[in-house]
């Protein structure tokens, strides 16, 4: 991290510092010892870089996730922005870090971004990545990161399904660094790409009679809504020590490689 962005959180007052460090294995092993509750990193760090850092912490390298933001130039935003979507919490220019450290802020203060709250949340996008895979989404997809994203969300606040396009997509628009209407093309994207090849057993088994039989794929109201009552579910059913898979998709095959 540069001392510019040092100064500018110093200057801020919102933040406390726990350590400052310029090399990703340094910053995957502070993470484990300080345990903090949000992480600032270059998107292209020498040692391991912030893909591979957020690849870490997803397989279980430190006990508590961190809500994670990432910087980079102007010129290397759309390729950070494909790589990093489906992981990190927020990506901003750094040339314009005064704009992102406010997000970075505010995201934290208005969405009550707590360790508790990024576990949760991270937990939830997840189980709704396991369902997906089950239709052979695929992870790649920028619309697959979107899709958990606000699954997860609405899965912890319904008011969300109200107005998908000032809702959940204003807020997964606002942690991607993107527009609400590119989020619901994405996902419509990842959806019709995913069902094109999936068994019909598969689909009418995961959305059965809240999808429109005559038009054969759901909308992504209709996946969104399934989604989250499914981690809802699942979530219940952890905190009562009896965890079941999601609308009990263990039953249902995924697509093999022949049928794609």
């Known amino acids: 991290m540069s001392d510019d962005v040092c100064d500018a959180l110093l200057a801020d007052g919102r933040w406390e510092i726990l350590d400052v460090v310029?090399?990703?294995?340094?910053?995957?092993?502070?993470?484990?010892e300080r345990l903090p509750d949000a992480v600032l990193m270059d998107v292209y760090l020498p040692g391991l870089d912030c893909q591979a850092y957020l690849?870490?912490?997803?397989?279980?390298a430190v006990s508590r996730l961190p809500f994670v933001a990432a910087m980079t130039c102007a010129g290397l935003m759309e390729h950070a922005r494909a790589r990093l979507a489906q992981r990190?919490?927020?990506?901003?220019?750094?040339?314009?870090?005064?704009?992102?450290?406010?997000?970075?802020?505010?995201?934290l203060?208005?969405?009550?971004?707590?360790?508790?709250?990024?576990?949760?949340?991270?937990?939830?996008?997840?189980?709704?990545?396991?369902?997906?895979?089950?239709?052979?989404?695929?992870?790649?997809?920028?619309?697959f990161g979107y899709l958990t994203l606000c699954a997860a969300l609405m899965s912890a606040d319904p008011v969300?399904?109200?107005?998908?396009?000032?809702?959940?997509?204003?807020i997964v628009a606002q942690m991607r660094s993107?527009?609400?209407?590119?989020?619901?093309?994405?996902?419509?994207?990842?959806?019709?790409r995913a069902l094109d090849g999936a068994k019909p057993g598969v689909i009418y088994s995961m959305f059965?009679?809240?999808?429109?039989?005559?038009?054969?794929?759901?909308?992504?109201?209709?996946t969104i809504a399934v989604l989250a009552e499914a981690i809802r579910r699942e979530l219940k059913d952890e905190a009562h020590g009896a965890a079941q898979p999601g609308l009990r998709m263990d039953a249902v095959p995924a697509r093999d490689a022949s049928e794609r």
């Open 22 to 32: 310029s090399d990703g294995s340094d910053a995957l092993r502070v993470t484990g």
């Open 109 to 143: 203060t208005e969405q009550s971004v707590s360790r508790i709250a990024c576990d949760s949340l991270r937990r939830r996008q997840i189980i709704a990545g396991n369902m997906l895979d089950l239709v052979g989404m695929s992870h790649t997809l920028r619309g």
């Open 160 to 170: 969300l399904t109200k107005d998908l396009q000032h809702g959940v997509y204003r």
């Open 88 to 107: 990190a919490d927020l990506l901003f220019d750094k040339q314009a870090l005064e704009d992102g450290l406010g997000a970075f802020a505010r995201m």
């Open 208 to 222: 059965g009679n809240t999808m429109d039989a005559n038009r054969g794929k759901p909308t992504n109201s209709e």
């Open 178 to 192: 993107t527009k609400p209407n590119l989020v619901e093309r994405s996902i419509r994207h990842a959806i019709e």
């Open 55 to 60: 690849e870490r912490l997803a397989a279980g």
